[in-house]
């Protein structure tokens, strides 16, 4: 393994991402990894503002707070809703104390990179290094000479959900379960339990469970002296049950010592944690897990390499690769267990069963780029996608850990279906998969990807009366779907469906209104809804007519269908004014999905090709930074890194389910992507900007020849193995 100062892996910059609501964490994880071992510093007063009971927040980690009160062990990267953050592991020394609040502690000497975190926590003189394999997380605590704890406490997570059982199993072991879930603080009725099994290289001294219930009032209250006390079960060894729940191990130090704590994690059983643990780390030593995950890591990385620009082009760059590694993540053990979608009865798998599915984020890139660049990892989530349909009946929506916490709109898994075999990764079974989406394109009742499809089928669109929030913009969505069903029509042969889903899939169309030039909510009885506002609805404002957005943030959401907008908007010329108007009034937010393909909708108005590549160098230059502020937002698992990485290669997947690319001015001299001939014919595609400035593109060749549009098919683009740019 190559890990000299030019591998890709030290590039990359964890922090980034850890403020201004990016999301990330900078623990210690192994890629798509079911642990991540992060420092968790969002509890506590002495973290306010950002502090996870006084806001929305879906991170255990920010980088301005600085009260930490442990590491967590499963731990979601670029979400928008708070969930997992559990089962915190922490190092203390003197007097055993339980409560975090009075435990945690300053930090400092932090430093983070794939697969290895540390720092030293200043209350008590310990460092802290933290690494992961894939389903087991690795703490080395370095002690002081004297009495040191190691704590594990189940009561704290980034929600509310309770319920936790520990039991020690000897001094060097204990094991248990937590509750979780209540994604978005919805469905608690849908929580589910995640065992753990946690081994110590060193025996303790002494060690049990501790318990605070909670306090009681009333008249029962006054017969009970321990009411709202902690409890402490000195040397207990049977099952502890209850919400505020942990473990202690404490040890005498006579001299500085080193402590090495694994803790194996699984969804199906505490006998998997613990085989789970036993199988991927066994004897090997913190720094032999490190030096295998790192290089799994940068093996990863490496599968694209990029040549010129700036060191920081290069962090932000291989850094977003990073962030595209983490979710979808890995949900089955060692030995193939998984619980299945819903029921959560245990199957099991030969392959990898993926889960983490926020597909109303990432059908627009980041799955587009897995088949590229790693397309067996996508042949997998694909089949990840149809199992979940043999469980449940339904494609996922937005799948976390076997549950579907339907959050968001529309009907997205599908568009990655045809995508993903429209690109020539068709190593899954097609007709299952055509079969899954046409169903939830079409049943009318009891339907949960499309809510208001009656209206949608009759109409053409949803009403201010089907649904409260959201009618123009889940219009939207189900034509994307619609047009993706309609494009793996054609490819299957199946003319008719072809004709019926290209047909509903422009039925947006119906919402646009002339004397706005925008799309706009209609009533019950066709009717426009009034007074219409197109500004409302920016910054998570809530309007009938769009999620999460509003009429500027939507309106060119259709690239499947812009020559027909450009008509509707009265030409050419117009749409690009419009286009414009949208960035000049401050209406685009490179930080929500709608509208993260509109710079390059330039390239649909020949002759303005060169505001794609104006805007799309200004965009990175303004949003994607290394700092830890250096993403525009939540990096939604992944959506946003991916929007950086296809922006600095120079191509981006545009327009969902039609396999091209339009093309921009590359941030790198030459960039080298090592193809998986598995599925692609050629070992590499390079693609290069000639004469090295940052001017308008002059000319396009493709395999050496003149190509003379700024789009290229994906088979043509992979086929060969070159595209150049050349600049004036």
């Not at 442990?70 to 969930?83: A, E, I, K, Q």
């Not at 248990?176 to 025996?203: D, H, L, M, Q, T």
């Not at 193939?336 to 984020?361: C, H, I, L, N, Q």
Request: charged share 20%.
């Amino acid at each position: 393994m190559n890990l000299g100062a030019q591998a890709p892996i030290n590039y990359v910059n964890p922090f980034i991402g850890t403020s201004n609501y990016g999301a990330t964490n900078p623990g210690a994880m192994a890629p798509r990894g079911m642990v991540s071992v992060s420092p968790f510093n969002v509890a506590g007063p002495q973290n306010l503002p950002l502090e996870k009971d006084s806001q929305w927040l879906s991170t255990p980690y920010v980088h301005e707070n600085t009260f930490l009160t442990g590491f967590s062990h499963v731990n979601l990267s670029g979400v928008g809703c708070p969930d997992l953050g559990v089962i915190l592991a922490m190092p203390t020394t003197g007097a055993l104390k339980t409560n975090h609040l009075e435990y945690g502690t300053a930090y400092t000497n932090k430093v983070s990179k794939p697969g290895y975190y540390s720092v030293e926590l200043s209350k008590y003189n310990i460092k802290t290094e933290l690494t992961a394999s894939t389903r087991v997380g690795v703490s080395k605590y370095t002690f002081p000479k004297g009495k040191s704890n190691i704590l594990i406490n189940l009561g704290l997570g980034l929600t509310n959900e309770e319920g936790a059982m520990v039991k020690i199993v000897s001094p060097t072991e204990v094991e248990g379960v937590r509750n979780v879930g209540s994604f978005c603080y919805y469905k608690p009725e849908e929580s589910y339990p995640v065992y753990f099994v946690a081994k110590f290289s060193k025996p303790a001294e002494d060690f049990g469970v501790w318990k605070k219930p909670r306090t009681h009032d009333g008249i029962e209250a006054q017969w009970m002296p321990y009411n709202g006390k902690t409890r402490i079960y000195k040397n207990y060894r049977k099952e502890v049950i209850g919400d505020s729940i942990g473990s202690y191990f404490s040890y005498n130090f006579d001299k500085p010592t080193e402590v090495e704590v694994k803790i194996g994690v699984s969804y199906v059983s505490i006998e998997n944690a613990r085989e789970n643990l036993e199988k991927e780390t066994g004897n090997l030593s913190f720094k032999d897990i490190y030096k295998e995950t790192a290089s799994k890591w940068n093996d990863l990385l490496s599968k694209i390499e990029v040549e010129g620009g700036s060191k920081d082009d290069k962090t932000i760059f291989y850094t977003a690769l990073y962030h595209t590694l983490i979710h979808p993540n890995i949900l089955n053990d060692v030995n193939g267990e998984y619980p299945t979608m819903g029921k959560r009865e245990t199957a099991k798998t030969d392959g990898t069963r993926f889960t983490v599915f926020s597909f109303w984020d990432t059908y627009r890139n980041l799955h587009a780029l897995m088949s590229l660049v790693y397309p067996k990892q996508q042949s997998n989530m694909v089949k990840s996608m149809l199992n979940i349909y043999d469980e449940s009946g339904w494609l996922p929506k937005w799948e976390l850990n076997a549950t579907e916490t339907t959050t968001m709109v529309g009907d997205p898994a599908g568009i990655v279906l045809a995508d993903t075999y429209l690109r020539g990764i068709q190593d899954f079974d097609i007709e299952k998969a055509y079969e899954a989406m046409r169903k939830s394109a079409t049943q009318l009742e009891n339907n949960p990807l499309r809510p208001g499809i009656k209206d949608y089928i009759e109409k053409g669109y949803l009403t201010t009366k089907t649904t409260n929030s959201g009618s123009v913009s889940t219009t939207q969505e189900y034509n994307i779907s619609d047009f993706a069903l309609a494009q793996l029509a054609k490819k299957l042969g199946k003319k008719e469906d072809y004709k019926l889903f290209s047909k509903r899939s422009v039925t947006y169309r119906k919402l646009f209104d002339r004397t706005f030039n925008l799309l706009r909510p209609k009533n019950d009885d066709g009717s426009w809804y009034a007074p219409f506002d197109p500004n409302k609805g920016a910054n998570f404002e809530t309007n009938l007519g769009f999620i999460e957005g509003n009429s500027w943030q939507y309106t060119f959401m259709v690239a499947h269908d812009t020559k027909a907008l450009m008509k509707l908007m009265g030409g050419k010329e117009n749409y690009v004014a419009k286009l414009d108007e949208v960035f000049e009034i401050n209406q685009f937010d490179m930080a929500n999905e709608p509208d993260i393909a509109y710079p390059y909708l330039y390239n649909y108005a020949k002759g303005y090709e060169w505001k794609t590549q104006e805007r799309v160098n200004a965009l990175i230059s303004k949003y994607f930074t290394n700092k830890p502020a250096g993403l525009p937002g939540n990096d939604d698992t992944g959506t946003m890194s991916a929007w950086l990485i296809y922006s600095m290669m120079g191509i981006y997947p545009v327009s969902p389910a039609d396999p091209m690319y339009a093309i921009t001015a590359p941030r790198f001299d030459k960039i080298t992507i090592h193809l998986d001939n598995t599925y692609y014919e050629n070992d590499v595609l390079i693609i290069e900007k000639l004469n090295q400035k940052n001017g308008k593109i002059k000319q396009i060749l493709v395999n050496g020849k003149i190509h003379k549009n700024f789009f290229i098919n994906h088979d043509e683009l992979v086929n060969g193995n070159s595209l150049k740019m050349i600049l004036e």
